[in-house]
């Protein structure tokens, strides 16, 4: 049974990476991990760190596990064996361990088409993954045109 680690960012994207992500797991009957990561909190020391600022992130952890248990819970219903995890840090590199983790045979991400300077200056999450992984990344593209 082939592993599929699905990244969820719930931007606009997100739809159709569950979609592809369903589409994939039922075709290969495959495993499927949900992540979606929680980026690095600005460079402060933990008792500098207001305890609203903490209340904040501890909020925005459980609605993303709610958001994420419901799209886990949809794709149990359609008999694809899915769990999820929200992990913190830096993107590429939190992708990367989780699916070193999960031992992940695929990855699956959308492509939000930033464009070349972005690319250029700050490079794409995608690209880190890869190089990261080595496992094939597979980018849902926003909607052409």
Sequence with gaps: MSKILACIDFSPLTERIVEETRRLADAAKSEVLLVSVIGDRPNMPQSVM???????EGTKRRK???QLMNIRDDMADEGINCS???PSGLVADAIAREAS???ADYILMGS????????LVVGSVAE???KRTGKPVILVPGKAG
């Excluded at 207001?50 to 904040?56: I, P, Q, V």
């Design 112 to 119: 939000h088409g930033n464009g070349a300077m972005y690319h």
């Design 128 to 130: 880190g993954v890869l």
């Design 50 to 56: 207001h305890d609203e600022s903490l209340e904040e």
């Design 64 to 66: 993303l596990i709610k």
């Design 84 to 86: 999820i995890s929200t």
């Design 101 to 103: 983790e999960f031992g």
